[in-house]
C-alpha cells in the first residue's frame, strides 16, 4: 500500500527479457537502502524488489503486468517515480494507493498556466464511473486530484514541486501513464453491483 506522495525519481539502467518477463535495474538515492522481496511503487506500478548490487535495485514485471502498464515500453535512461510502502506509524498525505495499475491513459494536451501546469488525459470509457470531480486518483504513482471531467478524460493541475521533483515534466501531448483509480471508488461500485 502507498500514498501517492512520490519520495526519489530513479533511472532505468538495464532492461533485460527471460522469456515472458522483463527485468529492469534501477538506480536511485534509495535503492541501497531497499532489501529484497520488499514492495515498491516505480510509476504506480508495485513491484517486488528481487536483487540489489551498487546503488541499484533489480524488479521484474510478467507479461500481465507488461500488457496492462506503460512497462513494455520502458528503456534503458527512462525516469521513474518511486516510493516506498506506507508505513503505518506516518501521516497518510496522499491517498491509499496500491500499486495495481487499471488502465493506460493518453495525454492529450498540456499547459502552462502561469507557474503550475495543466494536464488533459484520455482514459479507457469502461472507467467512466470510478473518475468524480475533484476526486482523487493515481497517475505515474502520483497522488492527484482530478476536475474538468468527462465521459473518458480528465484534468489534473500541477504545481511547480511536482512538476520539478517527479516524471511529469517529462510528459508531452502522446505520452501514456499509468492509472490507478480510487479504491474506495471501486469497492463502493463493487457493493452496487452485488446488490448491498
Known amino acids: 500500500m502507498f500514498t501517492g506522495i512520490i519520495e526519489v525519481m530513479g533511472e532505468i539502467r538495464e532492461v533485460t527479457g527471460n522469456g515472458s518477463n522483463r527485468t ?3 538506480s536511485s538515492d534509495i535503492s541501497g537502502q531497499l ?8 510509476d ?8 540489489i548490487k551498487e546503488g541499484q535495485h533489480r524488479v521484474t514485471a510478467i507479461e500481465e ?3 496492462k502498464t506503460t512497462l513494455g515500453d520502458w528503456k534503458n535512461g527512462d525516469t521513474l517515480n518511486l516510493e516506498r510502502c506506507l508505513q503505518l506509524n506516518g501521516r497518510l498525505d496522499g491517498h491509499l494507493v496500491q500499486g495495481h495499475v487499471d488502465a493506460v491513459a493518453l495525454c492529450t494536451e498540456k499547459k502552462e498556466k502561469k507557474g503550475s501546469w495543466e494536464f488533459e488525459f484520455e482514459f ?3 472507467f467512466a464511473h470510478l473518475v468524480i470531480e475533484k476526486g482523487s486518483i493515481s497517475l505515474q504513482g502520483i497522488s492527484l486530484t482530478v476536475f ?3 465521459k473518458k478524460s480528465f484534468r489534473v493541475a500541477i504545481i511547480p514541486y511536482t512538476f520539478e521533483h517527479t516524471n511529469m515534466y517529462q510528459l508531452v501531448a502522446g505520452s501514456t501513464v499509468n492509472v490507478e483509480f480510487d479504491l474506495i471508488g471501486k469497492y463502493i461500485t463493487r457493493l452496487k453491483e452485488i446488490g448491498h
Not at 532489501?35 to 516505480?42: A, F, L, P, R, T
Not at 504506480?44 to 536483487?51: E, F, K, M, P, S
Open 24 to 26: 529492469f535495474w534501477v
Open 35 to 42: 532489501q529484497v522481496d520488499q514492495s515498491v511503487s516505480h
Open 44 to 51: 504506480g506500478v508495485c513491484l517486488t524488489v528481487d536483487a
Open 65 to 67: 503486468t507488461l500488457k
Open 124 to 126: 479507457p470509457k469502461q
Open 148 to 150: 474538468g471531467v468527462k
